[in-house]
């Protein structure tokens, strides 16, 4: 059944030959301890098409120079390209104009960025902010921070068994004094699609506050549209949507940026300075201090033309399909506990098997090649929630297939029968 409708999102879109997709990642030909790679730690970090790794190769090759001030051709060449990678971003999630695109280090430093600025603007003793339970550590920890530095009150959405937000709190949680509600559009540990739009209705609706929502785990699977959205600020990370490392993105509605101080300072920065004072750039080069990454900006333009080659309407199919058949297979193991069962889910499945230690069968699917992740997946709050020291996560992306599942079911149940 399953396979069928495999079989019939692929034949709906001919661009979709998973096996010329493959061919397209060349990590995936690799052995690992003798055996085929089954890559399923996808939501740590994704593989990178030869597209993307071309473009790594031609910038050092024939490109490498800094950008913005140079007058010479290849800092011309660059500054050019690497602009248009902005652009691309931008048209990619919708932003009004490519100045709302910052280009960071990745997630955690976009959302910095944001405590930041946004707490030195907007923040006061006795405001809130509002996250929830099933954040990344990169979500909570800066604003616990910042809570502590202007003694603002940080409050939480909390979960339910079935790894979903309990949204009936929300209203009660909002005030007028909270200044800002962050939260993740797809929860790393547990898969969950969180409703973004209904929340984001519930909070304009009931308060003034401003809106972040982390997407690292979203862009591989869907692709944000933040005008619909009317979030304020929306973060990513490149690596994680198949382009390089290093690199990533804050969204932020052009008012915000108008009115933000400066995060770090330095060359890039500035208009003009004397030895008295500096005066800021106007946009996003105000908010990126130094050389920037600037391979990774246009190697991650590189890999967002890929994946829209590709289409997310069949990506999500595939994924959809992987997860269903990953979920029956598991769940037709002997003590195997899931956890996450939301109707809205993608691509993640974490679980344990009962009385053994996630490290032990992670360490042991390695060994067949199989490379998931074990721990807290920096969600400790949620590994708290459920009363666990961590879960084995497998999580998938396009690329990976029927085949490889079948091959960690198979690896997974070795390793239990080791372990028990
Ligand atoms: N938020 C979420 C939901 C994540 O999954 C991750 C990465 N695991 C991060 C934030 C942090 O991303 P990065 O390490 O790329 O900054």
Redesign the pocket.
């Known amino acids: 059944m399953v396979a069928e409708t495999l079989e019939g999102a692929m034949k709906q879109n001919t661009m979709f030959d998973i096996h010329k997709i493959r061919k397209d990642f060349p990590i995936l030909s690799r052995t690992v301890n003798g055996k085929p790679l089954v890559y399923l730690d996808n939501?740590?970090?994704a593989q990178k098409p030869q597209s993307v790794i071309d473009v790594l190769t031609h910038y050092y090759t024939h490109q490498n120079s800094n950008i913005h001030r140079g007058v010479h051709t290849l800092s011309r060449e660059i500054t050019i390209a690497y602009e248009e990678a902005r652009k691309t971003i931008q048209l990619h999630i919708n932003a009004k104009q490519p100045g709302e695109i910052i280009f960071t280090?990745?997630?955690?430093?976009?959302?910095n960025l944001v405590a930041h600025c946004f707490g030195n603007l907007a923040v006061s003793e006795g405001d809130e902010i509002i996250i929830t339970q099933m954040?990344?550590?990169?979500?909570i920890v800066p604003w616990q921070q910042l809570c502590k530095e202007k003694k603002a009150i940080l409050k939480y959405i909390p979960i339910n068994e079935a790894g979903e937000l309990v949204l009936d709190e929300l209203p009660k949680l909002l005030s007028s004094k909270t200044k800002l509600v962050a939260f993740?559009?797809?929860?790393?540990?547990l898969g969950t699609i969180n409703p973004v739009k209904e929340m984001i209705a519930t909070i304009r609706s009931l308060s003034k506050a401003a809106i972040l929502i982390?997407?690292?785990?979203?862009v591989p699977h869907l692709k944000p549209n933040v005008q619909d959205l009317a979030c304020d600020f929306y973060?990513?990370?490149?690596?994680?949507l198949f382009g390089p490392?290093g690199v990533?993105v804050l969204y932020a509605k052009e008012e915000w940026l108008a009115k933000f101080g400066p995060y770090q300072t330095g060359g890039g920065t500035i208009k003009t300075v004397t030895l008295e004072k500096t005066e800021f750039a106007d946009g996003p080069l105000k908010f990126e201090a130094g050389t920037p990454h600037i391979e990774g900006g246009i190697g991650l333009a590189a890999a967002i033309d890929y994946v829209n080659a590709i289409g997310f309407d069949v990506i999500q199919k595939h994924e959809e399909a992987l997860m269903t058949y990953a979920a029956e297979k598991l769940s037709a193991i002997d003590n195997i506990r899931i956890y996450g069962s939301s109707k809205h889910k993608t691509s993640v499945i974490a679980f344990n098997v009962i009385g053994i230690h996630p490290f032990d069968v992670g360490t042991l699917l390695d060994k067949y090649g199989i490379a998931v992740r074990s721990g807290h997946?920096?969600?400790q709050p949620l590994c708290q929630f459920y009363n666990i020291p961590g879960t084995i996560r497998a999580s998938f992306a396009f690329y990976n297939t029927m085949e490889e599942i079948d091959l960690f079911i198979e690896a997974l149940k070795k390793s239990i029968k080791l372990l028990s």
Do not use: R, W
């Open positions: 939501g740590a970090t280090k990745g997630t955690t430093e976009s959302i954040e990344h550590h990169s979500n993740t559009h797809i929860s790393n540990t982390d997407g690292a785990q979203a973060v990513f990370s490149g690596h994680k490392t990533g997946h920096c969600t």
